[in-house]
């Protein structure tokens, strides 16, 4: 299929798109393009124009900034996937890019696409949540910064009005030798996932969980942060008891059901990877590895 | 063969096209003043057709003609089907599926023709969908037919019985049976019941249906992507109710067929269309379009077998049925293949098989790679695991004691076993390896007849004055090799080089007749007409050069050109031109194989061939997500001789990838009888990153087939036993018994908990 005619616009400077997307109507922007691209051909998407941003180099950068990371909404998940930089400050970001797609997808997919696009399966969506990162739009009146708690207003409908776009997103790493590990169910690698599951732990020397997060992407309309799991890890020695125990509450998750998977055949596995996220999360802290009896 | 015969092989023609891009499918073709239409397709299951408003249609820029039913009324027979005929070339007052033509707009160019198609208003009052065999035989179900079917009850043999009509929605009804059931299951020490499902698929061949029409006065020409051009020219004959020399089709190089370009599809309504548009037409489904013209026989399969004390296979009872869809296609073949094949590689003292097709408003079914054989296969393998553990027999010993041994006939009055069973599962054990740590394995044999019952062809092979060799038949390539495994054929018989054959064109004009691509029977039987055409063209020329030279036969040297006499070398073209002049000359030889009726075999002509699946697998199954992943698969077949050996691996593991597809993930779901992912996005198949991480195929040589040097056929045997040889081995690995397909990690889940509760919570 191909898409109805629309008019293309392709701005230099993010103050030219701010622009565009402030007095045109019925406009879509396209970054990356890799979900926007098949819905315009398969016209679940009928703009009159769409506003690429491909040539605003602004937009495309991973830096720090203070002890923060600060990614562009235009830098591709293929940068991202090869940052020294990210593996070494946001090892969950690291792991989780990988699931995004497929490589070719990654090649020309932005972060900023896939936070805008809000599929509850996206991995950059899940990441954004478990970091309680903020993200950065620009419109007519100036900045706007938004909790990734607030991001989310319903199914695929971020908090971005019309007139904005999303510029970038900050992460503020955990501390060295924190464990993380993003673990995802798919019928097949590059699908969307079934049910994901991120998480980050720190402990003490006892053994003790200090500081807890879990988030769990595909079961939900979007990625549920589970803090009352989290508050009950923490705290607790890490072991598979503590474990199952948070796990039980992605279990509980309300899931949607398709035709494809069932509700409860979802819960069930958001509280497996729920499971599994823990323990690897557990086995990367530096200095831990292994369960405590 | 050294690998650059790849590339260089005359008989390698197509595939060096297709590689390049040069090769030119069915798509690329371009006739002068040639149009372009688009059906209108129903968007309901059932429903009857109230009026269809083309009027705006018709005025639409470039448009040439509407068609509609009412355009059929003064055919000669609008309907068509294998045996039974009840599809009618476009849908005249009823729609039976989602996707049934009901418009058919032709115009100038393509996107005015669907321009067009969408401005034709169909007023439908909906019917009750039957979208399952269940629903279709429910006492109360609307019928989907209110007239008798058309068409004539398929011949068979003293052990058949073929019922057509026998009950409301059912279409066909078949028996096959031997020995007394009862009194053999009665004396059973061990009788099982068990029930099997089949998921509903799609053949995904890459290039949709294409097809040009043009008619010259009374002459129609058509160029069609299909597996069977002269079984086309009949039905098309038939329908327009003109001679079958007035009907020419062009077989150009297809792009994959599987069954889904067996017998007449789109080819009547494009020659309807050209007629009425007075030009000719061109109609290219989309690939979506081909996703709703034929399907695989999805359905449930009970199956009760007895085994004696000594762990020996007694007697087995089948009931298999299937769902037909909307129309017949080719049902009633499948549906007897089906129950034929029950038995497997058995034994038995007693078969009582019956199958059933049932109608209902689903995607009609018909040939599908396996064809009955493949749906047997997976029930009846499936059963033959699920009696091992529960007699805590062992699946190789038990499987070893009770199969045919070569020669063994498969049933009363049929032909012998042509392979040597064991030997094949002993080579299949071998390549399987030791088991993978932690992870189940499981075996299967599948079993289907190749080369069908009466089959026929002929052939031609032209010789020119420069020991130039053309090979004429109506063998279709659809990926299989066709063309290189015949060329090699007559070059043997010929003994001349491989590389001085050609393989020409396929044209109903002058192309000799053939049953055409099914069954496996390319080297059988085709070839088998190809080697007697090699043989007589070459007997010519040996008569023709002692004739002209007084040469002794063994002087002759066709691989070289050349007579070789009284210590000097002749080349023959001189001796070829001095006789005939200065164009030259080719000498023709004819070829015909006719494998004979048989009023005592079973299906009323004995088997020309069998074709097993030695099928193995090793998998683990992650106990709380329910996911297979398969670490070995071996698929082996027996060639009898392998022609062609890298082509007949190619089509062992295309067709175990098939398999492993319908096994583990591929199926046409519905939503109330309307398909759910009937569109290429939507429905997935198996890809490269499906491979499992060990793959391997064998191509046994028992040597016994009936073709050249002992050849049968192979095409089919890799889609066989994959997926009971998966299920067998998840049931292995974690107790999980698969009853039906695919294999979702939610299903394998679920089989899991009843298996033993608790484990995965």
């Known amino acids: ?293 | 063969m050294p690998d650059k015969d790849i590339l260089t092989g005359p008989g390698y023609d197509a595939v060096r096209d297709k590689v390049t891009g040069r090769g030119m499918f069915g798509m690329d073709i371009v006739i002068d003043r040639m149009a372009h239409a688009r059906l209108v397709r129903s968007p309901h299951p059932h429903a009857r057709i109230v009026d269809i408003d083309s009027a705006a249609a018709r005025a639409m820029p470039g448009v040439l003609c509407v068609v509609t039913g009412d355009d059929t009324s003064d055919l000669a027979d609008p309907y068509y089907g294998v045996f039974l005929r009840d599809q009618p070339i476009i849908a005249r007052d009823r729609v039976r599926h989602v996707g049934d033509p009901v418009a058919a707009v032709v115009a100038e160019t393509e996107a005015q023709a669907f321009a067009a198609a969408c401005a034709i208003n169909i007023v439908y009052e909906n019917l009750a969908p039957l979208p399952d065999i269940h629903s279709a035989l429910a006492p109360d179900a609307i019928a989907l037919f209110d007239e008798p079917t058309r068409g004539t009850n398929i011949p068979l043999g003293p052990l058949c019985r073929s019922v057509v009509d026998p009950a409301p929605n059912v279409l066909h009804e078949f028996h096959f049976g031997y020995g007394d059931i009862d009194s053999a299951l009665a004396s059973a020490r061990h009788v099982f019941t068990d029930c099997f499902a089949m998921s509903r698929i799609t053949h995904f061949h890459l290039e949709p249906h294409i097809n040009i029409a043009r008619w010259t006065g009374d002459r129609l020409e058509i160029w069609s992507c299909n597996q069977d051009p002269f079984l086309i020219r009949a039905d098309i004959a038939r329908i327009f109710g003109i001679a079958t020399n007035r009907v020419r089709v062009h077989t150009p190089l297809v792009g994959g067929g599987f069954g889904g370009k067996s017998y007449c599809k789109m080819e009547p309504l494009v020659a309807l269309m050209a007629r009425k548009a007075r030009r000719p037409v061109r109609l290219a489904l989309g690939l979506d379009e081909s996703l709703h013209t034929l399907t695989k026989h999805p359905g449930e399969i009970r199956l009760t077998s007895g085994i004696d004390g000594d762990g020996r296979l007694v007697a087995r009872r089948a009931d298999i049925i299937l769902d037909g869809g909307a129309y017949c296609d080719a049902s009633v073949l499948v549906g007897v293949k089906a129950a034929f094949r029950i038995g497997g590689p058995y034994r038995w003292r007693a078969i009582c098989a019956r199958s059933r097709v049932v109608r209902t408003t689903n995607i009609p079914s018909g040939s599908f790679r396996g064809f009955g054989g493949t749906q047997a296969s997976w029930a009846s393998e499936r059963q033959i695991d699920l009696i091992v553990r529960r007699l805590g027999d062992d699946p190789v010993a038990f499987r070893s004691r009770n199969m045919l041994a070569p020669g063994e006939a498969f049933a009363p009055g049929d032909s012998g076993m042509d392979s040597d069973l064991s030997a094949g599962l002993d080579e299949m054990i071998r390549h399987l390896g030791p088991r993978c740590p932690g992870a189940g394995r499981g075996i299967a044999i599948g079993l289907k007849d190749a080369g069908g019952t009466g089959n026929q062809a002929q052939a031609t092979v032209r010789v020119s004055q420069a020991g130039e060799v053309m090979v004429h038949a109506a063998l279709v390539d659809i990926g299989q090799g066709a063309p290189a495994a015949l060329c090699r054929i007559a070059a043997e018989a010929l003994e001349m080089a491989f590389t001085s054959t050609s393989y020409a064109p396929i044209d109903t004009n002058h192309s000799p007749p053939d049953n055409g691509t099914h069954v496996s029977c390319g080297t059988m039987v085709t070839g088998q007409a190809v080697q007697r055409a090699a043989l007589a063209v070459r007997q010519q020329i040996v008569d023709f050069l002692i004739e002209q030279t007084h040469c002794l036969e063994a002087e002759i040297d066709l691989t070289n050109w050349c007579v070789n006499r009284n210590g000097a070398t002749a080349s023959i073209e001189p001796i070829v031109r001095a006789h005939y002049g200065g164009i030259g000359w080719d000498f023709v030889g004819h070829g015909s194989f006719k494998e004979p009726y048989d009023q005592a075999a079973p299906l009323g002509a004995r088997n020309l061939s069998w074709m097993p699946c030695w099928s193995g697998a090793d998998v683990s199954v992650d106990r709380q997500t329910g996911a297979v992943t398969i670490h070995r698969l071996v698929v082996g077949g027996d060639a009898g001789r392998a022609i062609e050996p890298r082509t007949c691996r190619g089509q062992l593991e295309g067709a175990a990838m098939q398999a492993l597809g319908q096994a583990m993930f591929e199926e046409l779901r519905q939503d109330d009888g309307y398909p759910s992912n009937a569109e290429p996005l939507q429905y997935r198949i198996a890809r490269a990153a499906d491979v499992p991480e060990y793959f391997t195929s064998f191509v046994a040589e028992h040597g016994m087939g009936p073709g050249p040097g002992g050849a049968k056929g192979i095409g089919e045997a890799g889609i066989l036993g994959v997926a009971a040889a998966i299920a067998n081995a998840i049931a292995d690995a974690c107790g999980a018994e698969m009853m039906a397909m695919p294999f979702t990690p939610e299903r394998v889940l679920s089989a899991i908990d009843q298996a033993s509760p608790d484990v995965s919570k």
């Open chain 1, 1 to 293: 299929m191909k898409p109805p005619a629309f008019s293309y616009h392709d701005p230099a400077t993010l103050a030219e798109a701010v622009a565009l997307v402030a007095t045109l109507d019925n406009a879509r922007v396209l970054s990356g393009g890799q979900s926007l691209m098949p819905m315009l051909n398969m016209r679940y998407v009928l703009p009159d124009h769409l506003i690429d941003l491909r040539r605003i180099s602004e937009l495309a950068h991973i830096r720090q900034s203070g002890g923060d990371i600060e990614i562009g909404g235009m830098t591709r998940q293929r940068d991202i996937e090869y940052s020294d930089l990210i593996a070494a400050k946001l090892p969950l970001l690291h792991e989780a890019i990988h699931w995004v797609g497929h490589r070719q997808t990654r090649n020309r997919g932005t972060i900023g696409g896939s936070l805008c696009h809000l599929d509850p399966a996206a991995e950059m969506v899940a990441t954004v949540v478990a970091f309680d990162a903020t993200l950065i739009a620009q419109g007519p009146s100036g900045v706007r910064e938004i909790a990734a708690s607030d991001w989310t207003l319903g199914y695929m409908t971020p908090s971005l009005a019309p007139d904005e776009i999303l510029t970038g997103v900050r992460f503020t790493p955990w501390p060295d030798g924190h464990g993380a590990a993003f673990v995802e169910f798919a019928r097949r690698h590059g699908d969307f996932a079934i049910a994901s599951a991120a998480a980050m732990l720190t402990a003490d020397g006892a053994g003790r969980i200090t500081r807890a997060v879990l988030t769990i992407g595909g079961v939900g309309p979007a990625p549920v942060r589970l803090t009352e799991a989290e508050q009950g890890l923490v705290g607790q020695l890490a072991n598979e008891t503590a474990f199952a125990a948070a796990a039980r509450h992605a279990a509980a998750i309300e899931a949607i059901g398709d035709a494809l998977v069932p509700a409860e055949y979802r819960a069930h596995l958001a509280g497996v990877m729920a499971k599994r996220a823990l323990a690897k999360a557990w086995s990367r802290i530096d200095g831990k590895g292994k369960l405590a009896a």
